[in-house]
Structure formats: C-alpha cells, structure tokens
C-alpha cells in the first residue's frame, strides 16, 4: 500500500474513533473507491458504513454493505450481512417515526439518552445472565483503534477466517456480540506502569539442561556417526577388489566433540549464510523496525545499555508465518531474526514484548545451545528438501522406492537430532516469558502476542495448504510451534480462548503429554503470565477458572499401560532371578549357565511393553458406531474438554478439506492436518501396503475422516478411514498395527527369554 494511502488511512480510522465523521469521511472515500489497495479498501469500507450510520446517511451505509457482501473474504460477507440488516431496521423505524432516534449497535458508543439496539439473538443488558453482562476495556483504551493496532488483527493481506478487518473497529462490545459478527474479542487487558522486578529465577534446572542437550547431542551425533562409518566399512568389506579404510574404525569422539565446539562459536556467521541462502534472510535496519514498533527499538537499547551489550544484529525474514528466532554464540555477536508477517499481524507494545523474550535466550545463555542445534539440523532438513524434490521427479515406480527409503531415513536422523533440543525448548521459553514481562511491565501484551501468532501460523498453513519448510525446519527456536497452533488459532471464531486452553492448566496429567512436544503448553505459559499480572496487580487479558479438573486414575493408568509394563517387567525378571537364584541352590533346577549374561532382562522389558499394549487396544480403538459418532458441529466440544485425556477415544466423521505436503517428503504421512469447519486438526495416519489409492492422491480434495479423536498437548485424530466424495476409501489400520507390535514384542521377548 502506498505510504499516501496508508496515512490517509489512519488519519481518517483516527477521526472516525475521535467522532469526526465527515473527516473520516473525506479520508475513507478515496481509498474505499480504489481497486489496489485490497485490505486497506475493505478498512475503508467498513468505516465509511460506520460514518455513514453516525452521520444519518443509512442509504449511503447500506449501499456500501450490499457492495461488502461480495467481498470475497466470508468473514466481511457475514458482517456486511449483520451490518445490512440493522441498517434496514433502522431505516424502517425511521420512516415510520422521525422522533425516534436510534443508534447503529455494531458500532455503537451512544449516550444513555439514544440506546443501543442489540443485534439478533443477543439479550439486552438486563436480559442478560452473569456470564454475558457487557465487559468493557479500560478507559485509556480507545473502543476505535488506528491502522498501528488495526494492523495486529489482520494476519494476511487477505485475513485469515478468524481474524476479520473489522476487528479493530469493534470496541467495547460483548464477547457475545463479537462472535456473532466473526471477529476476536480482546481484553486490551493494561499494562504495569510501574512495576517492582520478580524474584530472581533459579537458573540451575536451565543451565544443567542446556549442558545435558550438548552431552545428548553429542552421544546422538557420535552414535549416528558410529553406525554410518561401520556400515560403509560392511559394505566395502562384501564388495569384490575393495577394503576397508583403517581410518573409518577410529574412535570418533575427540574429533566430533573438537567439531562441535568449534561450531558453536562459529555458529552466527555460518547461520547467517544459511539462513539467507535457503530462506532468503537479509539484514533489517534499526529505523525500519521503529517504523513498526517504537517500543521495541526503545526496550532493545535500554536493555542492552543495562547489560553492556551490543545491540544484536537484527535481521528479517521473507514469510507470511509470524515468527522470531534468535542465534548466535555470545551477547556481542547475537541475532534476531523476525519474519515479515510477525510485524504485520502484531501491534507495537506486541512486538516489543515479543523482542524482549529473545533477550531473555540471550541473557540466560540458552541461545549457544539452540543456535548449535539449528546448524547442524537446518543442513540435514534441507538434504531431506532436496532428496524428496529428487524423488518427486522420478516417474518410474520402481526407482522411486528407494529415493523415498532414503529421504524417510534422512528425516528420521534429523527428528532424532531435533529431539534432543525438545526439554531445553520447553523450559527455556517460561524463562524468556518471565523476562519479557519485567522488561517490558506488559505481561498481558505478551498473552495477545502469543496468541496472535498462533492465529498466524495457523492461517499460513490454511492459504498454503501445508506446512512450510520453513516452519518445519525452524520450530525449535520459535515462541510458538506450528503443531500448537493448528487447532489454536482457527478454533476462536467456535470457542473463546480460555475454554480451549482449560485444558492446559486444569488436566492434572497434562505434562506427561508433553514429553515430545517441542513447546510447553500454551495454556500453561499464560496462567504463569496471568500471576505476573496479577502480582502487579493488573487486570488479565484471559481469566482462567481455578477448579481443577477431575480425571480417573484408572484411566491415565490404562493410557499408560504399555510403558508401566516396563518397569513391571523389570520387577518380574527380578523375581524369575530370585526363583533361578533358590532353585540352583537347593539344586533343584540348574539354569544359571543359560542366564549369567543378564540379558533375560531385556526379555522381559519386552513382554512387560507387549501386556501393557495388549490391555489397551480395545479402550483405545473401539468400534465405530454410526449411532455414537461426532460431527463438526461437537468438536469445540470435544476441544472444551479439560478431563479429557487420549484414552477417551471419541469416535468422529468430519468433513473438510485435507491439507498437507504432496510427495516424497510426505510419505510418512507427517504432514496430514483437516481443514474443517470448525477449524484444523492434525491427523494420524499409518500407510497400509497394497492399496489402490494413495494418501498424498487426496491432499487439497474434500474428505470425510472417520476415526478416533484424541485430546492431547496438541489434539489428533487416529484415521479409520479417508473417503471422497466420488467413493474412495483410504483405511488406516491403526489397530492392526498395535496388535502387530504387540505380537512382536512379545514374541521378540519370549525368544530372548528362552535362549538368554
């Protein structure tokens, strides 16, 4: 949008929230007329219906509302059609009395002498029950904001379906007003305007976790590297007129640990080439980033100045998916980095809350460890790119097959390297919340930072139908992952936030769910936002209830069954050791020779996993019944769930669209999410040898998924089956493959058992 455009814009959004119609009027006109500007023309328009019904002028307001409604946005068409009908029952009232004068409700900041009439289905204010009475935001908070917050609730150039242009513009209104107009409500909760410093952090659990990924790291990259020497030594051995290197069989330790080090120090300057070869990274000057958020270059140079830094390099990258990452090897040669759409889709104290966080990685030392794990991973991710690229030009089926091997294995290595990061970026971001909150005394900035990028990823991943490289490759060090972020940002239109996080902060077994998950639980990172809040004592930007919520033991026992039968199986080969012990004693039974080496153990272990399977298969993939099925309709329910754990199978049969990566680089099926109406859901799927329709073969055609919802960290659905519309059925034996695994474990044990 041209700089002329865009200051015409927020002159007229400032005159309409100061209640100067016709100025706002005569800034809105000409951009509301013009075709190029896109979101900026639908700003204007709404604006203008909102002039236009302030000023008296309905039939001007009603015309642009008919023009809005063929918008092709669903969330402007179904605004448009609200804002048309109050119109026309304003319009009609006042024909049929002209001493009757009415407010427009949707836009409505009226004296008590002319009272708002509110929109269908939405009880006045004495109709209303306790938890519907009108909340509004604080007095310092204006009810119309300018195109610098305006801009924090469009997360594209189109808006994504939560996140309409109007939501700016809609002020004190009810949550339940804001629902029915399609638009999120915010708090606009206040910030501290002086606040007293936190206590100090015990930043042992960080400093010892952070040595622990370099040590995992390390042993992984040591294993892996063990195994790649040896079997290219195998081969070289059974290979005719060749022989194996003598120096592949050396120890690899001193020399990898040399490495590593070395890389850590090196690390910024090697990501910088990275990141700008493969992502397009470019440097991002101090006076752009004011122009976005003032506050932020005042809390870089504040902090910095405090701490004797540097100001860390900053840096941009080219992407729609708001996100922010941070690297380097000390304070004097870090970088940020943020993405395009983080400053697009954020408003300034957001922003600058957002930046503090990455001083916190920094100030806490954190950012060496993760910035190591991003150069060695970042290579092996785009390898696996450019392999299932390779294979995805490989039209003979026959040479296709081992492209694919070779790709599922280089991704394989790089979710294992990842993994060894996942602890450290769980923890390392309640640290850096902390911080970001006594930097900036804005902890409720912060709660809509997170949730706004949340929204954006989300609506990223909807206009690209899958889930980007780059989100992919750099989640471990981005505040929120793309995985939490499915159902998160989409579900806010169907349930308010505080319902959906419930389970966050109220399901007593929810961190056991968490052990794989690269990010903590985003509900649980805002109660902790929330206590800073109120230790200050502010209002928060979500209330969250303080009941917590009863589950079953039983059945997190049962969910867990098959790693309880671990340890039981340990209890049980110490038993059998103790028989074996007494009857080699009282020589009744000499079995001694056969178990000396222990390795009975392992034999049992196996057994004990294959009971723990075996108790529960039929809980958790019971049979379907069309009778008890779930619909679209029922998944906030299912969503609003704070008891729920994954052993609740719910049986479901959603329609929507299946989105994800095509090809070679989604073989494994990690990349299978449905676009349903009430929002995304990850989806689980195990490929089946031998049928006739392929999972990738449906990606972007609307299905119906049948299957097993599960709610979790982040909520899935275990596939039964993928049908379309023409009769194509894809099924996915999910409980064929645990009884597989099962039988195999068992049988693997009991052979162990037997011959020691």
């Known amino acids: 949008m041209p700089s002329h455009a865009k200051s015409s814009l927020e002159a007229g959004l400032v005159a309409l929230k100061q209640g100067n119609y016709q100025t706002a009027i005569a800034h809105l006109e000409p951009i509301a007329s013009s075709q190029s500007n896109g979101t900026a023309s639908l700003q204007a328009q709404v604006g203008l219906v909102m002039a236009y019904a302030r000023t008296g002028e309905v039939s001007k307001a009603i015309a642009i509302s008919q023009n809005l409604i063929e918008s092709n946005n669903p969330q402007v068409q179904e605004w448009a059609t609200r804002a048309l009908e109050h119109l026309t029952k304003r319009k009609k009232r006042d024909q049929e009395s002209k001493n009757v004068e009415t407010g427009f409700v949707a836009f409505d900041n009226s004296t008590p002498d002319s009272p708002p009439v509110p929109p269908p289905e939405t009880p006045t204010l004495e109709e209303k029950p306790k938890d519907q009475v009108t909340e509004t935001k604080s007095d310092d908070t204006p009810s119309m904001v300018p195109l610098a917050r305006l801009k924090a609730t469009v997360a594209s150039p189109l808006p994504p379906p939560t996140t309409a ?40 659990p960080l400093r010892l976790l952070s040595a622990g990924t370099f040590i995992a790291l390390f042993w992984v990259m040591r294993e892996i590297l063990k195994l790649a020497l040896g079997f290219i030594n195998q081969t070289l051995v059974k290979l005719p007129y ?13 020399l990898l640990l040399i490495v590593l080090v ?66 380097g090897s000390l304070p004097r040669n870090a970088r940020i980095v943020v993405s395009q759409g983080l400053l697009e889709q954020l408003a300034d104290d957001e922003i600058a809350t957002i930046y503090a ?24 991710h785009q390898l696996y790119q450019q392999v299932s690229q390779w294979g995805d030009k490989i039209s003979a089926k026959i040479w296709r097959w081992p492209v694919t091997i070779v790709a599922s294995l280089i991704y394989g290595v790089w979710s294992l390297l990842t993994g060894t990061g996942l602890w450290l970026s769980r923890l390392r971001l309640y640290y850096s919340d902390r911080v970001a909150s006594e930097i900036t005394g804005n902890p409720n900035a912060l709660i809509r930072a997170l949730l706004k990028i949340a929204i ?5 991943i909807q206009k690209q139908e899958q889930t980007s490289w780059q989100l992919e490759s750099l989640n471990l060090l981005t505040p929120v992952s793309y995985q939490q972020s499915l159902a998160l940002g989409t579900i806010a239109s169907n349930l308010s936030f505080e319902a959906f996080l419930k389970w966050d902060t109220a399901n ?68 059998v050791w103790l028989t074996w012990q007494l009857a080699f004693t009282l020589k009744f039974l000499n079995l001694k020779w056969i178990y000396e080496d222990w390795s009975f153990i392992t034999g049992c272990l196996l057994i004990g996993f294959s ?13 379907i019944k069309p009778d008890t099925v779930q619909t679209d309709d029922y998944l906030p329910n299912l969503l609003s769930d704070p008891s729920a754990l994954p ?5 479901v049969r959603l329609v929507g669209k299946l989105l994800g990566r095509q090809g070679t680089s989604n073989s494994l099926a990690q990349d299978l999410i449905l676009q349903s109406s009430a929002g995304l859901v990850k989806l689980h799927h195990i490929s089946w040898l031998g049928q006739s329709v392929n999972h990738q073969d449906l990606i972007g055609r609307q299905i119906i998924v049948t299957g097993w919802f599960r709610r979790g960290a982040t909520p899935w659905i275990d596939i039964q089956t993928l049908e379309t519309q023409s009769g194509k059925t894809i099924h996915s034996p999910h409980p064929i493959w645990s009884t597989f695994l099962a039988v195999a474990a068992q049988a693997w044990g009991a052979y162990v058992f037997l011959t020691g």
């Open 611 to 623: 009971i723990g399977t075996v108790m529960r298969i039929n809980s958790f993939f019971p049979d």
């Open 262 to 327: 070395i890389l850590i120090g090196v690390s910024p300057w090697l990501l910088d080439l990275l990141l700008a070869k493969l992502y397009g990274q470019r440097e991002f000057p101090k006076d752009v980033l004011n122009t976005h958020s003032r506050e932020a270059v005042r809390v870089l140079q504040r902090c910095c100045q405090q701490r004797h830094w540097p100001i860390p390099k900053l840096r941009i990258l080219p992407m729609a998916a708001p996100i922010i990452l941070t690297y």
């Open 647 to 651: 052993i609740d199978s719910v049986s």
């Open 508 to 575: 007593p077994y929810r961190r056991w769910f968490t052990i794989n998950s690269s990010h903590p639980l985003m509900g649980d990172r805002i109660e902790r936002l929330c206590q800073i809040a109120r230790h200050w004592h502010l209002d928060t930007e979500l209330h969250f209830a303080s009941e917590p919520s009863k589950v079953k033991r039983q059945s997190f026992l049962l969910q867990i069954a098959p790693w309880l039968g671990i340890p039981l199986g340990v209890l049980f080969a110490a038993l």
């Open 357 to 380: 966080t990455q001083l916190g990685h920094i100030a806490h030392w954190d950012f060496a460890v993760m910035s190591l794990l991003l150069l060695v991973t970042l290579p092996i």
């Open 456 to 460: 954006g990823i989300a609506a990223d």
């Open 242 to 254: 060749l022989e194996p290197l003598q120096l592949l069989y050396r120890d690899p330790t001193r």
């Open 165 to 204: 242009p109007l939501n700016g513009f809609m002020g004190s209104v009810t949550r339940t007003q804001a629902k029915l107009f399609g638009v999120i409500y915010w708090r606009q909760a206040q910030r501290a305007r002086a606040w007293q410093p936190l206590r100090k952090p015990k930043l042992i």
